[in-house]
Each structure stands twice: as C-alpha cells, then as structure tokens.
C-alpha cells in the first residue's frame, strides 16, 4: 500500500513540475528501498526468534 502511496505522491509533484524522468528514477529509489527494509525487518525477525529458542 504504502508504495502506491509514494507512487501517487511522486507521481503529482511530477506533474506540476514538469519532471517525468525524475518521477520514474525516484520510484524505483523508493520501492526497491522499501523492499530491502522489509526483508531486513524479516531477517532480523528470524534472528530474534533463534535466539529466544537458544539456538545460535
């Protein structure tokens, strides 16, 4: 949800200015950041869960 948010957001201010090759370049930025923080957050769900169970 939140990257159609920054799609829409991204994609008005684009459009006011003019700027469409900055639009696509900065949406790509955004997702692929917001994909590595989400598969970050998963690895470290994983990590605490090992450690609570005392396997290291």
Do not use: H, P
Request: charge should be positive.
């Amino acid at each position: 949800m939140s990257n159609y948010l920054y799609a829409v957001t991204l994609g008005i201010f684009a459009w006011f200015t003019g700027e469409l090759i900055t639009f696509l370049m900065l949406g790509f930025v955004l997702i692929s950041l917001n994909n590595i923080n989400s598969t970050l957050k998963k690895i470290y769900l994983q990590n605490n869960e090992k450690r609570n169970n005392g396997e290291q």
